[in-house]
DNA sequence: TTGAATTGATGCCAAAATGGTATTGGTCGC
DNA sequence: GCGACCAATACCATTTTGGCATCAATTCAA
């Protein structure tokens, strides 16, 4: 990766010897001899001294030696970093996902496997809500995102990690924590915080279509703009609160989860990149995904609530 | 001085488009598409994606890009220090010299203004005796040789730098110190220090040769091996030295210094180096050394005494 | 001292690499 | 759909590089 006439100089220099450092390049010595002069000519300065029997760097020379094996190795390096990056071995992942997701489970696990797999790669992420996500993957600053119930992403890809169930999220002390099992049709009474559907709009009319099917009669009292507002209120024994079992892992203070036998709702977990995009390291973090997704089995939550 | 194939890739890539990069390399485009696939087919992997319009860097491509930006400044770099080299201005001076030389006057002299004129040349110093600095010269572990009454040199170029004047070592409170003029006649009686002939042939034999022809009678009563023991001898009150002037600047503890009208013995300071080396390095120096000769005179040092 | 051996340089031609012009194929915007 | 844009391809010219034979200078040995 450099230049022939550098590369033969290097040689002749090594071997102070024009006839062996020219069968050591497999080429004939007079054509070793003409370009080095042509070096010489080009640089302006001699790199050898004739003397009557071989030859001799000029302290030029040595210098210019000097120099260029250090180039060749730093030549060597900055190829091999490039080929690692084109194996996705080397380089930056940069992931954006709910933050929820990060805490427990399938993300957490995969980016764990990933890093060990490909040490070199650095993976930077960035927790934030379903729109910027989707917004910074088209605008190129995030390499994937992972977020529940994409929609109108028919410009992205698109794969499906795990369907998440809703549970639901008590205060302390709530009396259905008693029962042995929580059916849509004991929530009846319960005030029930909800959210504003611009937040999660398949979440929001899946929860209400499967409330009304299992016969319930749901009573929201206000709407929140995110669930941890929500389950700040469920806390503060506001009323109870549907939430992604995801929460699971981090209860806020006071507040416990059950899952609700006959709500059949779940959120889908995906992992979305741009469709042209093809890099190896992105090729490789799917794949890792993938894999994880898989072992995991398909709701792997709810044996955990 | 990279190869064309990466000069074109850089052009490429900073451009993020063929068209624009050819005519900022003056070729055609053609050409520039060719060789930048040709390059890809080398390394084995891709450096661009292409696009309906225009190009984009692969992740391979962007850290090839940086290492190649990073490459080619270090090549830049280092034809630069060659250059210099070539010039003069830039290497390594192996100088070798008797320790007493480099206390202070011309050769200090020349050194500071050399390393003013020439701040990038490296000058490394060894002082040693006489015999290992040809020694050294000849084997091409020194560049330069400074030394006293260099003999059989025929095979290197010695030139003349300056007369250093024989003066007395005498202990303090020397009777002699109160004359105020100390011909040779006056040491009569005193016992004199020597030195081992092999020490310094010449000088040995000039000094027996002045002290005689100026009448008086040299009564030696040892030969230590070197001026520092003879130095030593005179401290401790054994006797009378004759040593080289340099050695006013660094008066040994108890010992003073007196020139000796009549006694005309001088040694001559030369520096030497091999008849083939033609470094710009050295022809610099040697300009500047003999630059500092002539301006400080012939004789400088009997006037400091 | 002479002749063989060594070593790098030169002359000449062949091969390979590189460049130029014309053109194609694909996509975007109007 | 038409023109503009952009890179790729085809084909030929030019330049660069390589090989072979030979030379010139020197060393080494007989």
Redesign the interface.
């Known amino acids: 990766?450099?230049?022939?006439r550098?590369r033969y100089f290097i040689a002749v220099a090594e071997e102070e010897h024009f006839g062996r450092a020219a069968s050591r390049l497999r080429i004939a010595q007079p054509a070793l001899s003409r370009q080095v002069r042509l070096l010489e000519t080009e640089?302006?300065?001699?790199?050898f001294?004739r003397?009557p029997r071989g030859v001799r760097l000029?302290?030029?020379?040595?210098?210019?030696l000097t120099?260029?094996q250090?180039?060749e190795v730093?030549?060597q390096?900055?190829?091999g970093?490039?080929?690692?990056?084109?194996?996705g071995r080397?380089?930056?992942l940069r992931l954006g996902l709910i933050e929820s997701v990060a805490w427990q489970g399938l993300v957490p696990d995969a980016l764990r496997e990933y890093r060990q797999r490909v040490p070199d790669v650095d993976v930077s992420l960035s927790t934030m809500p379903t729109a910027p996500q989707l917004e910074r993957l088209r605008q190129r600053q995030l390499d994937a995102a992972i977020l529940y119930n994409p929609l109108e992403v028919e410009d992205l890809v698109s794969i499906r990690l795990a369907s998440i169930p809703i549970v639901l999220a008590m205060p302390e002390g709530c009396p259905l924590l008693d029962l042995p099992e929580i059916r849509v049709r004991d929530l009846t009474g319960y005030p029930l915080i909800g959210f504003q559907r611009l937040a999660s709009p398949k979440l929001f009319d899946d929860l209400n279509a499967a409330l009304v099917r299992a016969g319930g009669e749901p009573t929201f009292i206000s709407d929140p703009m995110n669930e941890a507002e929500m389950l700040a209120l469920v806390s503060m024994g506001s009323g109870l609160g549907l939430a992604n079992a995801m929460q699971v892992w981090r209860p806020p203070h006071g507040v416990c989860f059950a899952p609700v036998a006959d709500l059949n709702v779940t959120q889908e977990l995906h992992v979305l990149h741009r469709r042209?995009e093809?890099?190896?390291?992105l090729a490789e973090f799917l794949a890792v995904l993938g894999e994880q997704a898989r072992a995991v089995g398909p709701e792997p939550l709810f044996d955990a609530v």
Request: hydrophobic share 50%; no cysteine; net charge negative.
């Open positions: 990766m450099l230049p022939r550098i640089l302006g300065f001699d790199l001294e003397l000029t302290p030029a020379g040595q210098v210019m120099e260029m250090a180039l730093q030549a390096a900055g190829v970093r490039a080929r690692l990056a084109a194996e080397h380089g930056t042209d093809d890099s190896p390291v």
